[in-house]
């Protein structure tokens, strides 16, 4: 079974703070993504990478980016946090490849990040 | 425009009856794939059904079935004999392309609600 683990389950930081979000998986998943779930917004992808060191941007990257170093684990920085940053942290690993088109995200059990 | 389009904020149903939570999707890709998710208060993200662009048949999952209309690019999630245990947040979501290379863009997300 896949796992996806995300390092805090809840998070909280001060304005102007840098802040590491961790997600690591243990399926040797070349696909990871970073998402934040916001009420009535739905989920919205942040970054996402494809390989180590390679990284792309998704629909929502200002303020934020991103870090992976080894395969199995993709971090996501806020480089100085912001209240309207507050929000879920949803981490996801899938495979890649033409042959896993309907391969399903798997997802860690977020982390619910709050700026004050 | 919205990739993905769910309708229905919140939706009630009684325990034992069925019920259908709307997806429509938008794209001119003739290759994608559509997913269900299920996201409990506990917060993790749970894959339910995957249905494919080009798959004859309706996806079905024990209790869950996907209702395909391609021509209205509909793709509702239909759950029989609801459980009290299905009351949860539930997201449809979209792949375009035929790789796993793309991301998946996810709606807005119908919160269902199972009464006794």
């Known amino acids: 079974d896949v796992k996806v683990t995300q390092s805090s389950r809840y998070l909280v930081k001060r304005t102007g703070e840098k802040v590491f979000l961790e997600c690591v998986q243990d399926?040797?998943?070349?696909?990871m993504f970073w998402y934040r779930q916001d009420p009535g917004l739905g989920l919205r992808l942040i970054y996402f990478?494809?390989?180590?060191?390679?990284?792309e941007k998704g629909d929502i990257p200002e303020g934020y980016s991103v870090s992976r170093e080894k395969k199995e684990r993709f971090s996501l920085i806020l480089e100085s946090a912001s209240t309207n940053q507050t929000s879920m942290y949803l981490c996801a690993s899938s495979l890649d490849g033409p042959g896993s088109y309907n391969s399903p995200l798997h997802f860690g059990n977020g982390t619910r990040l709050t700026v004050t | 425009a919205q990739k993905i389009t769910q309708t229905q904020p919140g939706m009630f149903v009684q325990e034992k009856e069925a019920v259908t939570l709307d997806c429509t999707y938008d794209?001119?890709?003739?290759?994608?794939?559509l997913f269900w998710y299920k996201q409990p208060s506990s917060g993790e993200m749970i894959f339910l059904i995957y249905q494919g662009s080009y798959d004859q048949q309706n996806a079905t999952e024990g209790r869950y079935s996907l209702n395909f209309q391609k021509a209205r690019k509909s793709a509702n999630l239909v759950i029989s004999a609801s459980q009290l245990g299905d009351s949860a947040m539930y997201f449809c979501?979209?792949?375009?392309?035929?790789?796993?290379?793309?991301?998946?863009?996810f709606g807005k997300g119908t919160m269902l609600l199972v009464s006794p």
């Open positions: 990478s494809y390989d180590v060191k390679m990284k």
């Open positions: 979501a979209m792949r375009e392309g035929d790789s796993g290379y793309s991301t998946l863009t």
């Open positions: 794209t001119s890709d003739p290759s994608y794939g």
């Open positions: 399926m040797d998943h070349e696909n």
